[in-house]
Structures are given as C-alpha cells and as structure tokens.
C-alpha cells in the first residue's frame, strides 16, 4: 500500500483551493489534515465550505497551522503575497510545498530556491498545471528555434491579480533559452497610446486580456517571411488543472530542491 500524503490547502474556498480540496479528499492515499484561509480561524472546514463535509481545522496562521497539525505537503493556492509567505513558512516548517499561486518575483524564487536546498526539501512551483498548457510551453520553446519573432497573448477572467500570468511569463523564459535575444517590430516604432505594444521581455510582447467569461488561455503567435505559426491552449475550468497538482504531490516526497515548471517532472 502507498504511504499516505498528509496535506494542508490553502485558499480553501478559492476557484482553485475547492477543486484541490475535492482532489485530496477524493484521492485514496491523500489525507486532509487541515486548511488555511485568510478568515474563520477555529472553525471547521464543512462549516465554511458548502462543498465539503470535512471536519477539518481553519487556521488563519499558518505558523499555528504547522505547529498544531502533521502535515507532509502544501498546497498553496492563494495570492502572490500570501503564495510566497507560505512557500517560505512551509519550508521553514520542513512541509513540501506545492505551489500553483502566480505573480511572484524573480528575487522572491531565487530565495524559496536557496531554502529549499538549505532544506533538503522538495518544492514544486508551477505556473501552469494543466498538461496541455506545459504541451504549449514545450512547443513553443521548439518553434522559436525556427521562429525567432514571437509574441504571447494570454487571456484570463477579470478576477485575476497578477500581469502577465504566470504561464506567458514561463513561455517567454523557455523562449528565451532558444531565440537569440533581439528586439522585434520596427526599430522607429511609437506607442501613441502607452501600452500598446504590451510587456517587453527580452524584445518579446507579451500581451494580457482580462474579460469576464475566459477562465485561462494563451495563443503564442510566430510570424516569418511569408507565413505565420500559432500555438493555443485552453482551460475551460479549474479541474482541468487537478491531474497537474495530483502529480506534484505525488512527486514531491521524493525531490530535495525546488523544481519551477511542471515541465521538469512530467517524463
Ligand atoms: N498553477 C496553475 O495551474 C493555476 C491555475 C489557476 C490559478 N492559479 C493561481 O492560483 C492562485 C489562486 O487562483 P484562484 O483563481 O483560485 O483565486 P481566488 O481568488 O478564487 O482564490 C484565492 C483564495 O485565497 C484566499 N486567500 C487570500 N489571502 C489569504 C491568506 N492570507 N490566507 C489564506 N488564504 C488566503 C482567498 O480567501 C481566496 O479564497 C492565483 O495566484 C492564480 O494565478 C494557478
Ligand atoms: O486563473 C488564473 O489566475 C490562472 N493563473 C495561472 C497563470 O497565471 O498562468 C495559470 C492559469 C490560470
């Protein structure tokens, strides 16, 4: 029989923290032993969340959290503010996390990074769980060997707070490992409105829509003489992205350092 993998969510009654709570709940060698919200502390989970009959602790501390209960791994799925505290407070704590929270900076990876090889201990940060996006991300990479002139349109809803999304800005990193870095568009070009020619990463535009109705999209777009190149992906709902963070918790008892990208561990 597989060891039990005894888990804490946070951001239980988000868009994704729901779908991770069913995913722990209906999965056979994961156990639930606690959630973090950023209310209700004390209360039990069934009593916050209409979708769960789990009598689970509500911490809003997660220092108390992690004191009080024994936990094997993290799911973080909050906020960047909170999704880079509690990575941090995780490791200290030498609980695993598995993060799906977006919008932190490359200081803050770098840091989460050199503690968990302090640490000994597993991290997975992925910016994009659903397979079909890290497909998009790989074949991207791929093409921009042959397509040096990219850009990236990333549609999300219009809940969303970080920009670009997390995945657009992993698609342009991996980009970048393949395309000889340059500027793109006209060299005398001028944006009579600011922002029109969207982010710059590396001579890259990377362009973000908010609207309600999309919940996360990304086209890659690659033009050359004479012909153009488009690579899509679609998540129509969050349990698109469940398969991804089953896999990372599976994964994550058996890595001692942070892995950024789902890329890294899907063989
Ligand atoms: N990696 C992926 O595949 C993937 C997919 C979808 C969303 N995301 C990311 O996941 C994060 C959550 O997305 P969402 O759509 O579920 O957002 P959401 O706003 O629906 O949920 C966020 C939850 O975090 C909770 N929260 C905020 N501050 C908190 C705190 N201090 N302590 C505990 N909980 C707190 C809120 O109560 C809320 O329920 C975002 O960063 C988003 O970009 C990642
Ligand atoms: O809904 C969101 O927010 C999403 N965020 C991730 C990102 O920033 O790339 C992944 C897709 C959904």
Do not use: W
Not at 71 to 93: C, R, W
Not at 113 to 128: D, F, Q, R, V, Y
Not at 195 to 219: E, T
Not at 224 to 230: I, K, V
């Amino acid at each position: 029989m597989t060891d039990v993998i005894k888990i804490v969510v946070a951001g239980p009654r988000g868009r994704m923290g729901r779908e991770a709570v069913k995913l722990v709940e209906d999965t056979e060698n994961f156990q639930l032993v606690a959630v973090i919200d950023h209310k209700h502390n004390g209360m039990k989970l069934a009593d916050i969340l209409e979708t769960s009959k789990s009598q689970v602790m509500v911490y809003t501390d997660i220092e108390e959290c992690l004191q009080n209960e024994q936990a094997d791994v993290l799911i973080d799925l909050t906020t960047p503010e909170t999704g880079y505290l509690h990575t941090k407070t995780a490791l200290t704590y030498g609980v695993r996390p598995v993060v799906g929270t977006t919008g932190f900076s490359q200081e803050e990876l770098i840091e989460l990074k050199s503690l968990a090889e302090a640490k000994g201990l597993g991290c997975i940060i992925a910016p994009n769980f659903a397979i079909g996006a890290i497909l998009m991300m790989k074949f991207s990479q791929m093409a921009s060997k042959y397509f040096p002139d990219v850009e990236i349109m990333e549609m999300h809803h219009d809940q969303k707070l970080d920009a670009p999304s997390g995945t657009a800005v992993k698609t342009a990193e991996m980009i970048k490992e393949n395309r000889p870095s340059h500027r793109q568009g006209h060299e005398d070009e001028k944006e009579t409105i600011e922002g029109a020619r969207g982010a710059n990463y590396d001579g890259m535009r990377i362009h973000s829509v908010r609207l309600p109705g999309l919940v996360a999209h990304q086209q890659v777009l690659f033009g050359a003489e004479g012909q153009t190149l488009t690579l899509r992906h679609d998540s129509y709902n969050r349990a698109s992205f469940m398969s991804g963070v089953k896999v990372s918790v599976e994964t994550i008892m058996s890595l001692d350092s942070l892995v950024y990208g789902l890329e890294h561990i899907l063989v």
